[in-house]
């Protein structure tokens, strides 16, 4: 999720590369954001809608289902997060159930 100012896309774009440096899974990278811009093309952009929420409170347009275009399991990162080592256990423990 990254709306407004506070994270540039430099923020999705080293989390996306961390994951894809520290995971042996293949995974697909989502952004729900209000501005594309500076974003690196393997991500897949979701424009977030117009609607009277402040701050983090956007993040909980990710529960919306007609946002995502399968009903796949799903891991959500923090944009601060940094990853160092192998997440790959993170991915096989999502499933239906959790």
């Known amino acids: 999720m990254k709306w407004g100012t506070r994270y540039g896309p430099e923020f999705v774009n080293r989390l996306y590369k961390s994951i894809k440096r520290h995971t042996k ?3 697909k990278f989502y952004c729900f954001t209000d501005d594309e811009e500076g974003l ?8 977030v809608y117009d609607l009277p929420l402040h701050t983090y409170w956007w993040k909980m347009t990710i529960f919306d289902k007609t946002m995502w275009d399968n009903n796949e399991p799903t891991l ?5 997060v940094i ?3 192998d997440i790959t256990y993170l991915f096989e423990k999502v499933n239906r159930k959790l």
């Open 25 to 27: 899974k293949t995974t």
């Open 40 to 47: 690196l093309l393997p991500i897949k952009k979701k424009r």
């Open 76 to 80: 959500y990162f923090d944009l601060d």
């Open 83 to 85: 990853i160092q080592s």
